[in-house]
């Protein structure tokens, strides 16, 4: 079982991900790698976001810190809602589910076939939902827009975010298993994300005391 580098040293998670990618010579491992580097990113996100959620709801002397929660906090919700589109990405020539399922299919190969089965069903309401914000907000600014329409119609929660990571990390799991490689273990990365994001913010909290 694969754990990455998550936090220590001079070292960081996604080095520890893409240190083990090997071979070009395997493409559908490699692009399986390539995501499991994408949803460890996502995972760090969703941590720090549950975080400052919990640090807004206890803190109210810091509501009004505009880094804490306009800028920062806004920016974690993009970058995790970039990177899961990012997973869903079906242009040629990147690292996406879409395309390792056409890679799957290459193989010929039965349980391969299941498994991009699998993953070509991609339409839950958590995914259309975070969907609709990456191409009308966040990659592209749509005109005209309601924004209390599209609040109303495409309301997110970190709930969203969380249940589409462990969707990925799911069909991921099964191409790596296929794929005969040693999965990365998840849990431990969601642990470390959040206990990582609550003690730099318990640092900030003293320091701004």
């Known amino acids: 079982m694969r ?3 998550f936090f220590s040293g001079g070292s960081t998670w996604r080095r520890g991900l ?3 990618l090997g071979s070009m010579d395997n493409l559908p491992a490699h692009i399986a790698s390539k995501l499991e ?4 990113q996502v995972i760090e996100r969703i941590g720090a976001i549950r975080t400052l959620h919990k640090l807004y709801q206890e803190q109210i002397e810091l509501r009004q810190d505009t880094f804490l929660f306009n800028t920062m906090y806004d920016s974690l919700w993009d970058s995790a809602i970039v990177r899961i589109g990012t997973m869903w990405d079906k242009a040629r020539g990147v ?3 879409p395309n390792l399922a056409k890679q799957l299919r290459r193989m010929k190969n039965k ?3 299941a498994v991009a089965v699998e993953i070509e069903i991609n339409s839950t309401a958590e995914w259309l939902r975070l969907k609709e914000w990456r ?6 600014a749509r005109v005209p827009l309601d924004p209390v329409a599209f609040n109303r119609d495409y309301e997110l929660s970190v709930l969203d ?3 589409e990571s462990q969707r990925i990390e799911f069909l991921l799991t099964k191409a790596t298993d296929f794929l005969g490689q040693l999965p990365v273990y998840y849990p431990e990365l969601r642990e470390r994300a959040d206990s990582s994001a609550q003690n730099s913010l318990d640092r900030w909290v003293r320091d701004a005391a």
């Not at 580097?37 to 460890?40: I, P």
């Not at 191409?135 to 592209?140: K, L, N, R, T, V």
């Open 37 to 40: 580097d994408q949803l460890a």
């Open 161 to 163: 975010v969380e249940k």
């Open 18 to 20: 893409t240190q083990v």
């Open 111 to 113: 349980a391969a076939d």
């Open 135 to 140: 191409d009308a907000i966040i990659a592209h």
């Open 95 to 97: 690292a996406s589910l």
């Open 3 to 5: 754990l990455a580098v």
